[in-house]
């Protein structure tokens, strides 16, 4: 709640330190962990891997924002977190009678479908992050010249796969979702037109 306030407001960095309490909350709880709560899907851990997918999406744009680095990192052993995306179905079909625990009907698309594939969209969002935008690369990195581009023509595939499976269902329920793509691809864009300028007057 104070992260999303302090994004009205005239003191937007205080956001970051602050997401960052909650992500290490998280951690001690277990929350980005696969298997914290068993392979079986239960109400607590599904309420968690919600609030932690929450924080990666506030942490991905914060991060990006700022210039700051992540403090939800999948790449780094320090911020590493192997969590599934959450079950697509709704609330309402968490607890049913029998064995049909979890099971969105047939024919019924979860209004939760939209927010799993905006999710995929910020994996392609925070690739972007680590590859293009990293403080310090690696050798082999900056060694090759062509490394850049490389990494912008893998995110341009991730991001024409991604809107090739936008249907009209996720449209309809967060249109926002194709302005998050345009923005994603700027990002990778711009750190294009970077790396061709700097080999054009290097």
Not at 48 to 53: H, P, Q, T, V
Not at 115 to 139: C, S, T
Request: proline letters at 6%; a neutral charge; hydrophobic letters at 40%.
């Amino acid at each position: 709640m104070p992260v999303m306030f302090l994004q009205s407001t005239s003191s937007p960095g205080l956001r970051w330190p602050i997401l960052g309490l909650g992500v290490r909350f998280a951690r001690i709880v277990g929350a980005h962990r696969r298997n914290f709560f068993g392979p079986t899907p239960t109400i607590a851990g599904e309420l968690w891997k919600r609030a932690f997918w929450c924080l990666v999406c506030i942490d991905t744009f914060i991060s990006s924002f700022l210039g700051r680095p992540k403090a939800t990192n999948p790449a780094d052993l320090s911020t590493a977190y192997d969590l599934d995306f959450p079950v697509d179905c709704d609330d309402e079909y968490w607890l049913q009678p029998g064995e049909q625990v979890f099971q969105q009907p047939a024919g019924k698309p979860s209004t939760v479908s939209s927010w799993i594939h905006f999710l995929k969209l910020l994996d392609i969002f925070g690739l972007a992050q680590r590859r293009i935008y990293a403080v310090r690369k690696p050798e082999r990195w900056t060694s090759n010249a062509s490394w850049d581009e490389n990494i912008v023509a893998e995110l341009d595939v991730a991001l024409n796969k991604w809107a090739d499976t936008y249907d009209g269902i996720h449209i309809g329920k967060i249109p926002s979702s194709f302005l998050h793509y345009r923005h994603v691809y700027i990002v990778a864009t711009i750190g294009q037109v970077e790396a061709t300028m700097s080999t054009a007057y290097s």
